[in-house]
């Protein structure tokens, strides 16, 4: 990987994010109070953080997407998260590897970003910069109010790498699963207590559910099962656009889709959310994938955790 | 030694135990007349933190109950894994408590916490000592070119920007502004991590003063201990340092308490033209970096007491100048019986060349220990020879041996 390459062939990315006083975004338009609809875009980061330790950061000129793309090493998991640009920043700037491919990736530690952006929450403005000191770096410089005339100034350099475009293939964005069942997750903190307690007992979950919006958390050991029933869930519409085979579904509304999961990554998909999404569903592959979905507003969050045996 | 405190005291000294605590692994207690001060320091020697109860403080405090004729108040020093336990946070919400009483119990070589706590519950704890002489640590706060003095949330709001692991920040100082840094060692170690500056002007500092242009590098982490305390009290906090290689000490005072952290820094023998770059600028900062092969002299009698040239260099790729914290601290930090009069000593006795002076402070509290009071004329300087060897074993055990009943 050539690092540093993106930015000596001219890519640029600035942006400046502007807490709002006399300027009229578009979240005020809508009737929104602006500084708060960012601040749990920023949460979105510290989710992501919480995710991975190191992901890709890819920018365009209308959306940022975080990218962890299922690896051995991160034991098959990927994730892809995507957020609208002109609701994160004020100004937006980019300047990508040509006309036609006008887009940057970066390879990032969330955490940084997430720090960053943390110490610059009450600041008065945020710009953000591609720019290189000893290596590249996202550098980010907030105006923070201050006891004196002047405003404080701080700047984080958080290191990156550019990733060559040749590379970007390994970063698209995944396609719909061809599900068996669709349905929508109980209350997370719910869910997340369940899969809590069961993590004490088990290594493996099995997730299960139906389209009469039925789900079970299972987990059986020499010594023990437990199971958890949740009903009246409800099945996301996905209708034709699902996927599904070409048929329409004469699936047993009652018959159960399977994944069998390690349970500490779904544990720690959980435990990382920091914002309680508008709608959270999972799309059931019977025994290949648990694809979960989170949605917020203008801001989706896809996790891909594989079954096994 | 007995002292008691009252219920909301005790929290003020669990706090400050607590502070302590995030320096050192043992709590030096030294009751004098003047009032009961906790000292530590750290393992490397880099980082000593004081802090000195005045009588005010307590309900009732008598520094050297008549137990043992003649005898004063004896020294001693505890591990503290053993003390911190008894100041957790969490028995607040618990059991509050009403009053505590601490008590040395020379016979027995045991310091009792009495904790009376509501319902008519009483905790009692006693914690064996090991006999020691005064940790003490000498830095003249007033000589010290560069003060800052700063209300405590202000120092909060600095450290925020920096993350609880890192270690090492540099504090720039001139008279256009004070920066904030994160430090690093190389150049090329600092792909890996964050790297973090602020920069503020004078204006926001309640006392700012610029003697010397200067950029000190210190452990933040060693710091944090006392930033939490002050901002628990709202105390302001004042800093005094000098070049890079002094030490910096930061000092909060209070009509009962006053806490001093002292840490060394890192000396730099590089000469970099010093750089003001603009906000905003992408450009990274060059520290403004003094010399130090300038022999730091200071007024009056010390001087005989004056660093000899730079530190050791080291043969490397970078010509780096050994960082030598200890040694540097070690002359600074003294352990000799109360009373007793350092004698001077002649600059032949330094062995090695150390990183620059050692100084004298004359503290409300540290005057105490010197039997002719606060005069600035004569200044005593430590037995460097007597510090070095009884430092690392603080106690002696011959006097443990007399104390076991």
């Known amino acids: 990987m050539n690092v540093g390459a993106g930015v000596e062939e001219g890519q640029k990315v600035e942006a400046q994010m502007r807490r709002c006083g006399d300027n009229v975004t578009r ?8 500084d708060t609809l960012k ?10 953080s919480r995710l991975t330790k190191a992901c890709v950061l890819r920018l365009t000129c209308d959306h940022l997407y975080f990218v962890l793309s299922g690896r051995v090493a991160t034991g098959g998991v990927s994730m892809w998260c995507e957020l609208s640009q002109v609701n994160f920043f004020d100004e937006f700037q980019l300047e990508g590897v040509s006309a036609d491919a006008n887009e940057i990736f970066l390879e990032v530690a969330p955490e940084n970003l997430s720090r960053a ?4 929450q009450n600041a008065k403005s945020v710009k953000i910069k591609l720019t290189k000191k000893n290596c590249p770096c996202l550098t980010l410089a907030a105006e923070l109010p201050s006891l004196s005339s002047v405003s404080r100034v701080v700047t984080h350099d958080i290191p990156v790498d550019v990733i060559p475009r040749r590379l970007w293939h390994d970063f698209r964005e995944p396609q719909m699963p061809d599900f068996d069942v669709s349905i929508y997750l109980p209350p997370l903190k719910t869910m997340k207590s369940v899969v809590d307690r069961m993590k004490n007992l088990s290594n493996y979950l099995v997730l299960e559910a139906n389209l009469n919006g039925e789900m079970n958390l299972k987990i059986e050991t020499e010594l023990v099962s437990v199971t958890t029933h949740f009903k009246e869930l409800g099945n996301p519409p996905w209708g034709d656009d699902g996927s599904q085979s070409s048929s329409p579904t004469h699936r047993d509304p009652d018959l159960m889709a399977e994944a069998r999961v390690d349970i500490k990554k779904l544990q720690q998909f959980l435990t990382g959310q920091q914002v309680n999404p508008s709608r959270a569903m999972c799309n059931i592959v019977h025994r290949r994938i648990l694809h979960l979905i989170f949605l917020h507003e203008d801001v989706s969050l896809q996790y891909f955790i594989p079954a096994v045996m | 030694m007995k002292c008691v405190i009252e219920g909301n005291g005790v929290k ?3 706090k400050a135990v607590h502070a302590l605590s995030r320096i050192g692994d043992e709590i ?5 007349e003047k009032g009961l001060a906790l000292r530590t320091v750290n393992s490397s020697q880099s980082a000593y933190a004081c802090f000195c109860f005045t009588p005010l403080f307590f309900q009732q405090y008598i520094p050297d109950p008549d137990i043992q004729n003649g005898c004063e108040a004896v020294k001693c020093k505890l591990n503290m894994k053993c003390v911190l336990p ?4 969490a028995s607040w919400r618990e059991r509050r408590v009403d009053r505590c009483e601490i008590s040395i119990n020379i016979p027995n070589s045991r310091v009792i916490f009495q904790f009376h706590c509501r319902h008519g519950i009483t905790k009692t704890y006693n914690l064996g000592y090991q006999e020691c002489e005064a940790l003490q640590a000498v830095f003249p706060a007033h000589l010290c070119p560069n003060v800052l003095m700063a209300q405590s949330k202000l120092l909060g709001d600095i450290v925020v920007h920096f993350p609880v692991s890192q270690e090492e920040v540099t504090l720039s100082m001139s008279s256009f502004k004070v920066t904030f840094k994160t430090f690093c060692e190389e150049e090329n170690n600092c792909i890996k991590g964050m790297n973090t500056e602020l920069m503020l002007y004078p204006d926001e500092f309640d006392y700012f003063q610029v003697g010397e242009d200067s950029a000190v590098t210190f452990c933040l982490k060693e710091l944090r201990g006392l930033l939490s305390f002050a901002e628990s009290y709202s105390l302001p906090v004042s800093s005094q340092f000098g070049v890079a290689g002094q030490p910096i000490s930061f000092t909060v005072k209070d009509m009962a308490l006053e806490a001093h952290v002292v840490l060394s820094t890192l000396t730099d023998p590089n000469h ?3 750089s003001r770059p603009a906000p905003g600028d992408d450009c990274p900062v060059n520290i403004p970096k003094t010399s130090t092969a300038e022999i730091s002299t200071c007024e009056g009698p010390m001087e005989t007491e004056v660093c000899v040239a730079d530190g050791e260099q080291v043969a490397s790729s970078q010509g780096s100048e050994v960082f030598n914290p200890a040694l540097h601290m070690r002359k600074m930090i003294q352990l000799h019986a109360p009373g007793e009069i350092p004698s001077l000593v002649p600059e032949s006795a330094l062995t090695t060349p150390v990183t620059p002076a050692t100084f004298k402070i004359r503290s409300l509290l540290f005057g105490a220990v010197y039997s002719d009071g606060g005069n600035d004329k004569t200044v005593d300087l430590p037995s460097l020879a007597c510090a070095s060897d009884t430092e690392e074993d603080g106690g002696t055990e011959e006097d443990l041996g007399n104390n076991v009943s």
Request: net charge neutral; with cysteine.
């Open chain 2, 86 to 89: 008894l100041f957790r946070c």
């Open chain 2, 28 to 32: 030096w207690l030294d009751p004098q």
């Open chain 1, 117 to 120: 952006l943390k110490t610059a």
């Open chain 2, 12 to 14: 003020v000294f669990g």
């Open chain 1, 39 to 48: 601040l749990w875009r920023i949460r979105v980061v510290n989710t992501v």
């Open chain 2, 272 to 274: 970099e033209s010093p």
């Open chain 1, 27 to 34: 979240d005020e338009a809508c009737g929104g109070a602006s």
